[in-house]
Structures are given as C-alpha cells and as structure tokens.
Nanobody
Framework: VQLQASGGGLVEAGGSLRLSCVSS????????RGWYRQVPGKQRELVAT???????NYADSVKGRFTISRDNVKNTVYLQMNTLKPEDTAVYYC??????????WGKGTQVTVSS
C-alpha cells in the first residue's frame, strides 16, 4: 500500500486547509484511514480516523474544527481543517490500517499556521 498526501501549506490563524491522501489500495478491507501529526521533539499524535463504514474519531483538540471524510471509490481520505490555530502547526501524516492491523504511512505534509 502506498499513500500520497497533499494539501499542506502556510495559512494564517483562523484560515482553512484541506488535506488529501490517495491510497494505492489495501487488499485487506475493511480498513481504517486516518490523519496523525507530529511536531519536533514530540510523539506522533492522532488527529482523526474514519472507518470503512464512516465512523469517525477525533482528538479533543480538533473537534468542531476538523472534519475527516473518505471516498472509497477514489481510495482517498480528506481532512478539512477550519479555524486553524498556531498550535495546529505540524507535519501531518496519513495512515491506513488494514483488516489485520497492519499500518501503512504516507510521507508527511507540512502545515504551518501563522499567528
């Protein structure tokens, strides 16, 4: 499985960005897709996940501001990020976890929120 993320960039506080991640496709479905983020010196943390059936889970810090969605036909997961804050600045990684619990990671995309 190969994951290709895009959509990161520089935005002012209060602005919005949408991240996309295309998957080459897991042969072991159903699967869970998600977004994680990491800042230097800290552990990678969960941002949001979505199951094949559409069940979502969010970190408390992004609830009400971020929305995760997926298009199973396009094998793509999205992260709509609104009302961005400087503390959202991080490298964002997309993830796919297959039916057997195997994790796949894409290369990160940088999100920088200026104050």
């Amino acid at each position: 499985v190969q994951l290709q993320a895009s959509g990161g960039g520089l935005v002012e506080a209060g602005g919005s960005l949408r991240l996309s991640c295309v998957s080459s496709g897991s042969i072991f479905s159903p699967n869970t897709r998600g977004w994680y983020r990491q800042v230097p010196g800290k552990q990678r943390e969960l941002v949001a996940t979505i199951t094949s059936g559409g069940n979502t889970n969010y970190a408390d810090s992004v609830k009400g501001r971020f929305t995760i969605s997926r298009d199973n036909v396009k094998n793509t997961v999205y992260l709509q990020m609104n009302t961005l804050k400087p503390e959202d600045t991080a490298v964002y990684y997309c993830n796919e976890r297959d039916f057997y619990g195997m994790d796949y990671w894409g290369k990160g995309t940088q999100v920088t929120v200026s104050s």
